[in-house]
């Protein structure tokens, strides 16, 4: 059994660059667990979204006024749950990759990470999730038990990136989704808040040559002495 409070929410927290395959896993993850998944991506997104191209140069006055009143809850168990943003979920326009600049350019701004932060911890504090992200189990979460880093070189998560938009019915350019993923791995990883990088303890997975299913074995073997958490799915 884990050395955690079993009344307690169970937090484990999947990080790594931007198509390293940890949406995938991290869904199939909570799917074998039976506790919710959270996309901090997502959330970044949904605020890049909500605020608009160069939201990032805004002052910290209107971006708070701005994001006052906006909420973010979960609904439902495993992969398939659902991030609401002031009850209403989350929709595919949150994935267009201009979004996703502009949310990278957001996410360098100290008062949206706060933000954020404050409500993903609300999240964890009130329901059991495998958490998704660029920090957080190096920032938000750092008290997990589980804390897991993923990565692949720029190439093959671009071509994952590509696949995965292709079944969305987006069309993309591939060398374009490379050149985008350098100039994302190049903002999140020397940004001067919160940069991408494994926390401490983190177990780091190289996902290249490796089916998500297989990434999932190796995660839920790390933490099969987890104890079962009946905590409710909302925040």
Not at 60 to 68: I, P, T, Y
Not at 144 to 162: H, I, N, Q, S, V
């Amino acid at each position: 059994m884990a050395d955690q409070n079993s009344e307690q929410p169970l937090v484990v927290t999947l990080d790594g660059p931007a198509g390293s395959g940890k949406t995938t896993v991290a869904r199939m993850v909570a799917d074998r667990l039976g506790i919710a998944y959270l996309d901090s991506g997502a959330m970044f997104r949904a605020f890049a979204l909500r605020l608009g191209a160069r939201s990032w140069t805004w002052s910290e006055e209107v971006l708070r006024d701005r994001l006052d009143g906006l909420e973010f809850t979960l609904r439902g168990r495993g992969g398939q749950s659902v991030l609401l943003l002031n009850g209403e979920p989350l929709g595919e326009e949150i994935r267009r990759e201009e979004v996703g600049m502009w949310a990278s350019n957001l996410a360098k701004v100290g008062v949206v990470r706060e933000i954020l932060k404050q409500a993903q911890q609300r999240l964890g504090a009130g329901t059991s999730l495998v958490a998704e992200g660029r920090d957080m189990g190096s920032v938000v979460f750092p008290q997990a038990r589980y804390k897991f880093f993923l990565d692949a070189t720029p190439e093959e998560r671009a071509r994952r990136r590509w696949l995965q938009l292709k079944e969305m019915g987006v069309e993309e350019d591939l060398d374009a989704l490379i050149a985008n993923l350098r100039q994302r791995d190049e903002q999140d990883r020397n940004r001067p808040i919160a940069p991408l990088k494994p926390a401490d303890d983190a177990v780091i997975i190289d996902t290249a040559g490796l089916a998500p299913s297989e990434v999932v074995e190796k995660i839920v073997e790390i933490v099969s002495d987890a104890p079962t958490v009946d905590a409710e799915n909302t925040a």
